[in-house]
Nanobody
Framework: QVQLVESGGGSVQAGDSLRLSCAASGLTVSAYGMAWFRQVPGKEREFVAAISWNQSVLRYIPSVKARFAISKDNDENTLYLQMNNLEPEDSAVYYC????????????????????WGQGTQVTVSS
C-alpha cells in the first residue's frame, strides 16, 4: 500500500530555513501530482503548495509563494518543500499528500483530491 513518510521538521527562529522531505513507497511519484498541507490545532488542514505529476505546474498559497519551493525527485521517489525566511505564522504540522488520480489533469488545491496522507511533521517558528 501507499506510504508517505515526512521528515525535516523542527524548531527554528524567524528568518531561518527548513527543508521538508516526503519519502514515498507503494507508488511512483513521477506519475502523481503531490502537495503539502499544514494544520494548526483547532483549524482545518490548509493547502500550502502543489506540483503536477509532470512538474509543469506549481501552485502556492499567496503567503508562501515568495518563500517556499515545492519539488519532486523522481529518482529518489521523494517530494520536497524548501521553506525560506520562515515566519511564526508558518508554525504547524505539515502533511505530505498524493493525488487520488494517476496523472491527474487538475493540480491539487483541496483535501478532497487527496488519495493518501503522510503522518505529518511539526514545524515551529519562534519570533
Amino acid at each position: 500500500q501507499v506510504q508517505l513518510v515526512e521528515s525535516g521538521g523542527g524548531s527554528v527562529q524567524a528568518g531561518d530555513s527548513l527543508r521538508l522531505s516526503c519519502a514515498a513507497s507503494g507508488l511512483t511519484v513521477s506519475a502523481y501530482g503531490m502537495a503539502w498541507f499544514r494544520q494548526v490545532p483547532g483549524k482545518e488542514r490548509e493547502f500550502v503548495a502543489a506540483i503536477s505529476w509532470n512538474q509543469s505546474v506549481l501552485r502556492y498559497i499567496p503567503s508562501v509563494k515568495a518563500r517556499f519551493a515545492i519539488s519532486k525527485d523522481n529518482d529518489e521517489n521523494t517530494l520536497y518543500l524548501q521553506m525560506n525566511n520562515l515566519e511564526p505564522e508558518d508554525s504547524a504540522v505539515y502533511y505530505c499528500a498524493v493525488d487520488r488520480t494517476i496523472r491527474g489533469t487538475v493540480v491539487i488545491t483541496t483535501a478532497a483530491q487527496i488519495g493518501s496522507w503522510g503522518q505529518g511533521t511539526q514545524v515551529t517558528v519562534s519570533s
